[in-house]
């Protein structure tokens, strides 16, 4: 049974830039939410897909967007990358109610 | 003031130490409690769900007291095989939905031999 699968893993990217993080949920999990992990600290909750659909959002900037495609799977999008966007970046699938499973995570350089 | 505070560590102990993890939570609307675990430069994996009766799982037993919004993990019989990040998570749902996990920073725990 396949976990949370993330791509890539890694990634360098030059201020200004944008980046797209992809996320594959556990197998029949259909909730995916996403998450930032820098250095030093606990993950903080970004936002969370239902039936396509943001359905909860923590405290970022518009300018990080998603997006969950009808099989689930959900991809994070963040425009105009500052340095402070350089983080480790987790993807957890769920089923509406249950528990979470947590991807392996894309480690984000912004330079 | 942060939703989910923690000890700010890190804890050094010998092998064998008995070691104790604090944790408060703000948000008395919170529904679930966890445990994570997180070594370094992996993602979080749930250590153990916490409930206000209290749970054991082998050497691990946690505590939720919800008057107090503490939630404790203690370790005993530590191994050098602990080593890692101990995050405390609530889990506050909204009106039916998922509800979101609210991660406290972590305290790390190196285990000597």
């Known amino acids: 049974d396949a976990g949370v699968t993330q791509s890539p893993t890694h990634l360098i990217k030059t201020r200004g830039q944008q980046v797209t993080l992809r996320c594959s949920p556990k197998?029949?999990?259909?909730?995916v939410s996403w998450y930032q992990q820098a250095l030093g600290q606990g993950p903080q909750f970004i936002f969370q897909y239902y039936e396509e659909e943001e359905r909860q959002r923590g405290n970022f900037p518009d300018r990080f967007s998603g997006h969950q495609f009808p099989n689930y799977s959900s991809e994070l999008n963040v425009n105009a990358l500052l340095l402070g966007d350089s983080a480790l970046y987790l993807c957890?699938?769920?089923?509406?109610?249950?528990?979470?499973?947590f991807g392996s995570g894309t480690r984000l350089t912004v330079v | 003031r942060k939703e989910v505070e923690q000890d700010p560590g890190p804890f050094n102990v010998p092998e064998g130490a008995t070691v104790a993890f604090n944790c408060t939570y703000s948000?008395?609307?919170?529904?679930?409690f966890f445990w994570y675990r997180q070594d370094c430069r992996k993602e979080p994996k749930l250590l153990m769900s916490?409930?206000?009766s209290g749970n054991e799982d082998g050497r691990f037993t946690a505590q939720l007291n919800r008057a107090s919004q503490y939630i404790s993990l203690l370790i005993r019989d530590s191994k050098l095989s602990d080593s890692a990040t101990y995050l405390c998570?609530?889990?506050?749902?909204?009106?039916?939905?998922?509800?979101?996990?609210?991660f406290g920073k972590g305290t790390k725990l190196s285990v000597k031999p």
């Open positions: 957890a699938s769920s089923l509406m109610v249950g528990g979470y499973t």
């Open positions: 998570v609530v889990n506050v749902n909204y009106g039916g939905s998922q509800g979101n996990l609210i």
């Open positions: 916490v409930y206000s």
């Open positions: 197998s029949g999990h259909d909730t």
């Open positions: 948000n008395s609307a919170s529904q679930s």
